[in-house]
């Protein structure tokens, strides 16, 4: 199994909007692919106030693969989300049981 971690820093003027399309557009999206196990996201804190993450968990390897594409260390943004995203991470693990 693969556990991808999504960061994302949104400006906070757009929070709100970016919320309400996160919810509706990304979270279906990711949760309509083959091979994934599970999706949890969160929203900032006073730590990180501007930041979100959509952590995946994914069968295996190629499951991410064919979501994500041969460079699946860059992130996916849906049409029409890119327009928050002022700067984004994507992180890998192997799990380990």
Known sequence: MI????????PKSLHHEFEKNF????????KAQPGLISVVVGK??????E???????????ADV???AGKNWNRAVIPQGMEKYVSECWVHHYENFD
């Open 3 to 10: 556990t991808r971690i999504f960061r994302v820093s949104v």
């Open 23 to 30: 919810l509706s557009v990304s979270v279906p999206y990711v």
């Open 44 to 49: 900032p804190t006073s730590w990180e106030p």
């Open 51 to 61: 930041e979100y993450v959509m952590i995946s968990v994914w069968d295996s390897e």
């Open 65 to 67: 693969v064919a979501f």
